[in-house]
């Protein structure tokens, strides 16, 4: 099972990434754009991901992943069962939300380039 704690050491390395509690809720943002937040009781993580490519994601592990809350279905955003992934999964998920929020010559310069469109792992 993974935990905030394995989540914030994946997340603090990536280069202008900050760590906030808003209103009880740990979120980790580039800027003013978050990209990973926490439900209350720390089950539960949002992240950003591609809204096309999000029904495929939860039609093929619908025990892991969902869709977020009506209100924030607008954004580029997930939401995961913290119980159901293991460490190599989160890091992909958070290395991957963190690329979308960040300009791509930043992205490249830790990742490497970006997969194409639809090819990515999940």
């Not at 990209?35 to 495929?56: C, I, N, Q, V």
């Not at 992934?85 to 791509?104: H, T």
């Amino acid at each position: 099972m993974v935990t905030v704690e394995d989540v914030r050491r994946v997340a603090s390395t990536l280069p202008r990434t900050e760590e906030h509690l808003i209103r009880d809720r740990i979120k980790f943002r580039v800027g003013k754009i978050v990209y990973l937040a926490f439900s209350r009781d720390e089950t539960e993580m949002g992240f950003a991901f591609p809204k096309e490519e999000r029904e495929a994601l939860i039609a093929a592990e619908p025990e892991k992943f969902f869709m977020p809350r009506l209100s924030d279905q607008r954004f580029n955003w997930v939401e995961v069962r913290l119980a159901a992934l293991d460490e190599d999964e989160m890091r992909e998920l958070v290395e991957e939300a963190w690329r979308m929020v960040v300009p791509k010559r930043v992205a490249a310069a830790r990742l490497g380039p970006a997969p194409a469109t639809g090819t990515r792992r999940r």
